[in-house]
């Protein structure tokens, strides 16, 4: 597609319930990243792929968070047991290379841990 | 490590006027400066993308500067419309591949 989709919009999950969001980048671009926005305007990278490989996954908790971007699948950004403080909305992006590249950002998940 | 700030936090100014956006980096070995726009509740435009070798970029009523020895940019935006009201982010990309935000700039266009 021409337009980076993430679904769902809208995610509500009770403390300690698994959450799973989805990311389709845009055809032909080679890079996904992952970035959460915690508070209004506090953005912190996540994970970013080269296809299916991992390229840079310094910014990923260590505990709870996994992602994978599998061939011909959306990829995915999986939170075990969340949190409260992982509330935030979690933007998914792509390149078509990762240097020198504009990164093109969806439209954002919404999660809310209550 | 580096970090990116934008001043000012916030900034109303009346319709029809030329305004200027600010964007700091503390260290300057950055492969480009992207602008972004955020209208509430929604995901990130992008507005213009500078590389490292270049000093500006403009798209319509905007143009970005980038003085990367000074670590700066600025976003001018010209003839300002209520249209304009959003969040602009600045993020610049490191020699590392990670892309560090400011914490945004919240412009209001009074009509």
């Known amino acids: 597609g021409e337009e980076v989709a993430q679904t769902p919009k809208h995610l509500v999950r009770g403390e300690g319930q698994k959450a799973k969001l989805y990311c389709a980048p845009i055809?032909?671009?080679?890079?996904v990243f992952w970035y959460q926005q915690v508070l209004k305007n506090e953005f912190k990278f996540l994970i970013s792929f080269q296809n299916e490989n991992v390229f840079d996954e310094t910014g990923m908790p260590k505990e709870r968070f996994s992602a994978k971007c599998l061939p011909n699948s959306p990829c995915s950004l999986e939170i075990q047991a969340t949190k409260l403080e992982d509330s935030a909305v979690y933007f998914c992006a792509s390149s078509r290379r990762a240097k020198q590249e504009t990164q093109y950002f969806g439209p954002g998940t919404r999660l809310l841990v209550l | 490590k580096q970090e990116v700030t934008q001043i000012p936090a916030a900034l109303s100014v009346p319709e029809g006027e030329n305004l200027v956006l600010n964007c700091s980096f503390t260290?300057?070995?950055?492969?480009?400066l992207q602008w972004f726009r955020q209208d509430p509740g929604k995901g990130l435009t992008s507005l213009l993308l500078?590389?490292?070798?270049?000093r500006e970029q403009t798209s319509g009523r905007l143009n970005a500067s980038l003085d990367k020895s000074s670590g700066r940019s600025t976003l001018y935006i010209a003839a300002s419309q209520p249209g304009d009201s959003a969040t602009y982010l600045c993020?610049?990309?490191?020699?590392?591949?990670?892309?560090?935000f400011g914490k945004g700039t919240r412009l209001h266009i009074l009509p």
């Open positions: 500078i590389q490292s070798s270049q």
């Open positions: 993020a610049v990309r490191n020699r590392d591949d990670k892309i560090i």
């Open positions: 055809k032909g671009h080679s890079y």
């Open positions: 260290d300057s070995a950055i492969y480009n």
